[in-house]
């Protein structure tokens, strides 16, 4: 199994992450971010990765450094959970739509942080879930695993569904490219040998 166990402390927040990318979609969230927490569920039971994860943050100040560091510290239990690579697809895709919205993620497990994040949300919060910290998971995510992620909102006019749909997306897509390729064999998916 495929799996990993994190915790990072500082000062600002207490993070505890644990995955199994061979999972089933069992997840059990205490960020209190809810809006977050609804989200990973969406990342977890569309990815079939198993995500147990808690958060103790500084949210008197604001869910900033909460919602950064979990996507810093999921980054790298996932990053060690998928190992060396060997055998996986590497790349990932997928669109998801929820009524009017639709979008597209993409990810390569490329060994190198890259984010595209394009997602126009049509208002500045959802319920008390700053917009921004949308893009502010991503790049903690994204710095730490090591892949390289492009995220577009293709359309949408309800910021909820155009969030739900890029996190759906996100966990398709990784199921995608974490998935074992039987006529890979034991290869890494790189003309270098190693990702």
């Known amino acids: 199994m495929r799996s990993a166990e994190v915790v990072r402390n500082t000062r600002e927040t207490q993070i505890s992450v644990r995955i199994n990318l061979d999972g089933d979609g069992k997840a059990s969230f ?13 990342v977890a039971r569309h ?6 994860i808690t958060a103790n943050g500084d949210l008197h100040i604001d869910a900033h450094h909460t919602v950064e560091d979990i996507g810093i ?4 239990a996932f990053a060690r ?12 895709h997928a669109y998801v739509p929820l009524d009017e919205a639709l979008s597209r ?7 190198r942080p890259g984010l595209e994040f394009h997602v126009e ?5 959802i319920g008390t879930f700053d917009v921004d910290l949308a893009h502010e998971f991503f790049q903690g995510f994204v710095n730490h695993a090591l892949v390289s992620l492009h995220v ?6 309800n910021a909820h569904h155009q969030c ?9 897509a990784l199921r995608m490219a974490c998935e074992i390729d039987p006529r890979a064999g034991a290869a890494v998916p790189s003309t270098k040998g190693s990702l």
């Open 73 to 76: 510290t999921l980054g790298q």
């Open 47 to 52: 990815g079939l990765i198993d995500l147990d």
């Open 121 to 125: 949300f049509r208002r500045a919060m």
């Open 105 to 111: 993620v993409v990810v390569d497990l490329s060994g």
């Open 30 to 42: 205490a960020t209190g971010v809810p809006f977050l927490d609804h989200m990973l569920d969406q």
């Open 164 to 172: 739900e749909t890029v996190f759906k997306a996100f966990g398709r």
């Open 152 to 157: 577009d909102n293709l359309r949408g006019d």
């Open 81 to 92: 959970a998928v190992g060396d690579k060997r055998g996986v697809r590497r790349y990932g």
